[in-house]
């Protein structure tokens, strides 16, 4: 375990620095009257003081760490027991045990996590040496600092709780739209009368590149994603090393894409590479395609995919096909815009305008 682990471990109680509480004070209370010390703790070893989160019969809210006789008690396994500190060469010297509170005897366990971290310990002291504080006696000291753990590890056991409630309704709104975007993409292929293996591959297709795009979004902690990084991971898996050299994004600002806004994107976009892999300007060795938005007012952003081709564009000139759909009518009716998918001899342009809220909100 290292330093920094260990003070990781102590940062995740979040107990440095916090009000006295009546639990903890309860412990010291009995530590002090069961062992007959005038001094009990619960220290914490923080980089560079010793804190206290309890304490009985002292003022002192916190020390050096480099003075700390409980610096050394987290190094051990078992309690630590110095008997008379002036016979002790650790600590002789030692300004509390110099000067006040004249510490001549400590006890002291380590109060350790299911991890392994040593946090602090719960510790006894005296202005008397003593040499009573047996076996007996260091269990007890032992028995209430499991205690202590048992409140600071309830406390961490409760922020797992709710940290994992949290999570859980995340995914289930998550969850929810993910459920509710394969169902609509359903509800669509169903009306262009694609059948039997060909539907299903198309829809295994499509909920795979929703797949990334979902990927994206946590990525991003499910608020939004830039729609350049949308827009390279929608045509990445199409693209070889030589085509995606001819192919070209031209922004002026980048959009921040919602989740919602991102499925109708990745639909639009899977729709336009295909085609420009299978009959445009990706079909043939010199094709080039430059994909654009800006902003049209402050309530319209328009999208433009122009496609150059010296072959002949072999794409459909009706829409007809399920994807010449999508991008004639379904596209343009999410976004609440309208499309134009020009078909020429030398290329392809389709520009679709979109209301701002659609997009990002």
């Avoid at 003022?59 to 610096?71: G, M, Y």
């Avoid at 009306?191 to 909920?207: C, P, S, Y």
């Avoid at 433009?304 to 994807?323: M, N, P, R, V």
Wanted: glycine share 6%; net charge negative; aromatic share 6%.
């Amino acid at each position: 375990m290292t330093e920094i682990q260990r003070l990781e471990a102590l940062r995740k109680t979040a107990l440095l620095d916090t009000a006295p509480e009546e639990r903890f004070d309860r412990l010291t209370r009995l530590a002090s009257t069961a062992l007959g010390a005038d001094i009990a703790l619960v220290s914490f070893i923080d980089h560079d003081r010793q804190w206290f989160k309890s304490k009985q019969g002292t003022e002192n809210q916190e020390t050096p760490r480099d003075i700390a006789f409980c610096n050394h008690a987290i190094q051990s396994k078992d309690v630590m027991v110095v008997a008379d500190a002036k016979k002790d060469s650790r600590f002789v010297n030692n300004p509390l045990v110099a000067g006040e509170p004249n510490i001549r005897f400590y006890a002291g366990a380590p109060l350790v996590t299911k991890d392994g971290h040593a946090l602090g310990t719960l510790c006894v002291l005296d202005d008397k040496p003593r040499a009573d504080f047996g076996p007996k006696q260091q269990q007890i000291l032992a028995d209430i600092a499991a205690s202590v753990m048992t409140e600071i590890e309830a406390d961490a056991q409760g922020q797992i709780i709710d940290d994992l409630n949290v999570v859980n309704e995340e995914l289930q709104h998550r969850m929810g739209n993910m459920y509710a975007h394969v169902s609509s993409l359903i509800s669509m292929m169903s009306r262009t009368g694609v059948e039997g293996e060909d539907f299903a591959e198309r829809l295994h297709e499509r909920i795979a590149i929703l797949a990334e795009t979902q990927a994206l979004i946590a990525n991003n902690k499910f608020e939004s994603a830039p729609l350049s990084d949308i827009f390279e991971s929608t045509i990445a898996p199409f693209l070889t090393d030589e085509t995606r050299l001819r192919v070209q994004m031209s922004y002026s600002d980048d959009i921040e894409v919602s989740a919602r806004g991102a499925f109708t994107m990745t639909l639009m976009l899977n729709e336009l590479v295909t085609n420009a892999l299978k009959h445009g300007a990706l079909k043939g060795e010199e094709g080039s395609i430059r994909f654009s938005w800006s902003a049209d007012g402050d309530d319209i952003i328009k999208f433009d995919w122009k496609e150059t081709a010296k072959l002949e564009y072999a794409g459909q000139s009706e829409h007809k096909g399920f994807g010449s759909q999508i991008l004639a009518r379904i596209v343009p009716m999410d976004l609440q815009g309208e499309a134009d998918h020009a078909i020429r001899e030398d290329g392809l342009n389709y520009t679709v305008t979109a209301r701002r809220e659609r997009i990002e909100t």
